[in-house]
């Protein structure tokens, strides 16, 4: 009798995930990029991303927050998942799926001098390998888009802020000023916010302000309105 035929063998598939992690920086949005230490692309800036490690990682999301703490130090209080970039051509080492997540993060929980680590304007990003470019530029849409009817700009907030720096983070990612009474109104439709007892800003020019702090319930979800922050 014929001996059955064999399996047919497949090149392995490269699985790694992606992390676009984003600050503001000078009111303007900044992506956090990592200097490349191997091939292919060594000595390029890119995105934080690594392979999925099937012993220890029980979910992508584990993977990109274990790539994200390991790579940058930084544990973020915020991580979605964004989209998953795959194909043939998109890393020269073979065929390839990225699970990509975006994640924001206030600048001063910034780690000071990790080596490779720097910040770069979206408006103005320096040339990236693989498709980080593309992956960036998406995530620049989506985070602009769920700012319109959600909390998520706090995230680029330390933990305590007042109300006029919130709108002034809103209109920063946004990119368009932000009717005050407007906004104030929408911040109270999301309750993602309490007052700090007896904190208020002092030494500025204008009277002193509220302190506020993001909810325990809303300190890894998001709350959202039915219609844009501005409307």
């Known amino acids: 009798?014929?001996?059955?035929?064999?399996?047919?063998?497949?090149?392995?598939?490269?699985?790694?995930?992606?992390?676009?992690?984003?600050?503001?920086?000078?009111?303007?949005?900044?992506?956090?990029?990592?200097?490349?230490?191997?091939?292919?692309?060594?000595?390029?800036?890119?995105?934080?991303?690594?392979?999925?490690?099937?012993?220890?990682?029980?979910t992508a999301?584990?993977?990109?927050?274990?790539?994200?703490?390991?790579?940058?130090?930084?544990?973020?209080?915020?991580?979605?998942?964004?989209?998953?970039?795959?194909g043939a051509d998109r890393d020269p080492r073979g065929w390839s799926a990225s699970i990509v997540y975006y994640a924001l993060i206030s600048e001063e929980l910034l780690p000071e001098g990790r080596e490779g680590l720097l910040l770069a304007p979206v408006a103005a990003l320096p040339a990236l390998p693989f498709d980080h470019g593309?992956?960036?530029?998406?995530?620049v849409e989506r985070v602009r888009s769920k700012s319109q009817y959600s909390s998520l700009p706090v995230y680029l907030c330390g933990e305590r802020m007042t109300l006029p720096r919130l709108q002034a983070v809103y209109e920063a990612v946004l990119g368009e000023p932000i009717n005050k009474v407007s906004f104030r109104r929408k911040i109270d439709e999301l309750g993602m916010l309490e007052p700090i007892e007896g904190e208020l800003t002092s030494g500025a020019a204008h009277r002193p302000a509220q302190m506020y702090r993001l909810r325990e319930s809303y300190r890894r979800a998001l709350s959202v309105v039915p219609r844009g922050i501005n409307s």
């Open 134 to 139: 593309e992956i960036v530029a998406l995530a």
């Open 1 to 58: 009798m014929p001996k059955p035929s064999a399996e047919p063998s497949f090149p392995t598939v490269i699985c790694t995930v992606d992390v676009v992690l984003m600050t503001l920086k000078d009111d303007a949005l900044h992506v956090v990029l990592l200097t490349r230490k191997n091939a292919p692309f060594a000595g390029a800036p890119a995105l934080p991303g690594g392979y999925i490690h099937a012993q220890e990682d029980r």
């Open 61 to 86: 999301w584990d993977a990109a927050a274990r790539v994200l703490r390991d790579k940058t130090g930084i544990v973020s209080p915020y991580l979605e998942q964004l989209a998953t970039y795959s």
